[in-house]
């Protein structure tokens, strides 16, 4: 197997993890701009082939698709893969340099907080899940 079909096939099942979380994956500008442009609570997951995002940031996504508070919306934006959709995503989170594997909450599109790769790679996936879940409690509790 040469490299190039390695990445595909490590793309691939980044992507179908998310997808089977039940998030909805956003790979044009347009997507982006229609999900984040409505009235309502957005949780992105900005995915990535890292090992951070494989070990820690998808499987944490995956708990906070059951978690108590709910967001209205839960996608996510390919960073290395979908750049137009990233970009874009990009955008909204003003305040935020580009970080991938991360995690960004929006109300009514204006960014609210995010958690950043530096606040995923070298943690136990339960701090990050801890630390979602007080996000989603701060800024979705009661919203959706």
């Known amino acids: 197997m040469d490299f190039q079909m390695f990445m ?3 793309v691939q099942t980044a992507r179908k993890e998310m997808v089977q979380s039940g998030y909805d994956e956003l790979t044009t500008p347009e997507e982006v701009d229609d999900v984040f442009k409505k009235t ?3 949780f992105v997951m900005i995915n990535s082939v890292c090992g951070c995002a494989g070990g820690i940031a998808r499987p944490s996504a ?3 698709k059951n978690y108590e508070v709910k967001a209205d919306n839960y996608v996510t934006v390919f960073a290395g893969q979908d750049r137009e959709a990233t970009a ?3 955008s909204y989170f003003e305040g ?3 970080s991938s594997p991360s995690f960004a909450l929006l109300k009514d599109g204006k960014i609210q907080t995010m958690v950043e790769r530096h606040e995923i790679e070298g943690h136990e996936p ?3 899940v801890q630390k979602l879940e ?3 409690d701060q800024y979705f509790k009661n919203e959706a």
Do not use: H, S, W
């Open 96 to 98: 935020y340099e580009p």
């Open 126 to 128: 339960i701090e990050v």
């Open 134 to 136: 007080k996000a989603f």
């Open 88 to 90: 874009q995503a990009r």
């Open 8 to 10: 595909n096939d490590v």
């Open 40 to 42: 309502g609570t957005t």
């Open 62 to 64: 995956a708990y906070m």
